[in-house]
């Protein structure tokens, strides 16, 4: 298959979405349709991995929900994705902060500067 030609055709479905890296704690207005009618529903959570490129890119987005922790995979290009918005970000040192999932309480919502702590 011709990579220019899946290039070209993904570049039509492409949505103007904010630079979100790892790190960053994001809000997702995901439209949800339930019998008929349709509302709008906010996730918010921390960003802890981001795989994919062009329309097939996805991130993986984690909360505590009720003392749960909770991880969302959201397509970052999906039609059913409203809007993007970024509320805090945050620099850090890996690519994947599958570490926060080991953590508890105040410490599991924010990412510590400077050494991972594992």
Same mark, same amino acid.
């Given at each position: 298959? $011709?990579?220019?030609?899946? $290039? ?12 979100? @890296? ?7 207005? #995901? ?7 349709? =509302?709008? !529903? ?15 890119? %996805?991130? #993986?987005?984690? /909360? ?17 994705? !409203? @809007?993007?918005?970024?509320? /805090?970000?945050?620099?850090?040192? =890996?690519?994947?902060? &599958? &570490? %926060?999932? /080991? ?6 919502? =924010? ?8």
């Amino acid at each position: 298959m $011709n990579i220019d030609l899946l $290039n070209k055709v993904e570049k039509e479905h492409l949505k103007d979405v904010p630079v979100i @890296k790892v790190g960053d704690t994001v809000i997702a207005h #995901t439209l949800i349709t339930e019998k008929g009618k349709s =509302r709008v !529903q906010l996730f918010e959570g921390l960003v802890i991995a981001i795989k994919g490129s062009g329309t097939r890119k %996805m991130l #993986t987005a984690r /909360k505590i929900s009720h003392g749960v922790g909770v991880e969302k995979i959201l397509p970052l290009h999906s039609p059913s994705i !409203q @809007k993007w918005e970024i509320v /805090k970000s945050e620099s850090v040192r =890996r690519s994947k902060l &599958y &570490y %926060m999932r /080991k953590r508890i309480g105040k410490a599991a919502t =924010r990412v510590r500067k400077g050494k991972a702590q594992v």
